[in-house]
């Protein structure tokens, strides 16, 4: 199990986000699309990325912080995965440096971004399939 068979299931739709983007309109559309990260992007490269963690930190620094452009405030360099690592492999990953979304990059582009709740549910859901499998074999048996 690959990260290309995760994006074919959930699609390899991205919204991301320039370096300029002011920061409080990289929040309006996480608040938006209800999600938790957007890859920050300069021509094809993935730069950052920018979390809801990134807007915990930015707190301290009040309404002005809003106004700055996101590649001041993101999380850089990015951590990001193949389309071809295992979906395992990434799960460790994302454990070992307690990060939650991985930009997915072939050739040198982002091409998807996977969330840890992603890979889980991709994870339940081969287990599941998997008993279900043995069960019928079972009963068949």
């Given at each position: 199990m690959t990260i290309a068979a995760i994006l074919k299931d959930k699609g390899r739709d991205l919204f991301s986000v320039t370096p300029e983007t002011p920061v409080g309109q990289v929040i309006a559309v996480l608040a938006e699309r209800r999600i938790g990260a957007v890859p920050v992007i300069a021509g094809d490269g993935v730069q950052g990325i920018f979390s809801e963690r990134d807007v915990i930190r930015l707190l301290a620094h009040g309404a002005v912080a809003l106004d700055a452009?996101?590649?001041?405030?993101?999380?850089?360099?990015?951590?990001?995965?193949?389309?071809?690592?295992?979906?395992?492999?990434?799960?460790?990953?994302?454990?070992?440096?307690?990060?939650?979304?991985?930009?997915?990059?072939?050739?040198?582009?982002?091409?998807?971004?996977?969330?840890?709740?992603?890979?889980?549910?991709?994870?339940?859901?081969?287990?599941?399939?998997?008993?279900?499998?043995?069960?019928?074999?079972?009963?068949?048996?």
């Open positions: 452009p996101v590649g001041g405030a993101m999380t850089a360099p990015a951590v990001t995965v193949s389309p071809h690592e295992s979906v395992i492999g990434a799960l460790a990953l994302m454990t070992r440096r307690r990060i939650r979304h991985l930009p997915v990059v072939e050739d040198g582009r982002v091409i998807g971004l996977v969330s840890i709740g992603d890979l889980v549910k991709y994870r339940i859901d081969r287990i599941e399939a998997d008993a279900a499998a043995m069960r019928d074999y079972i009963q068949q048996a």
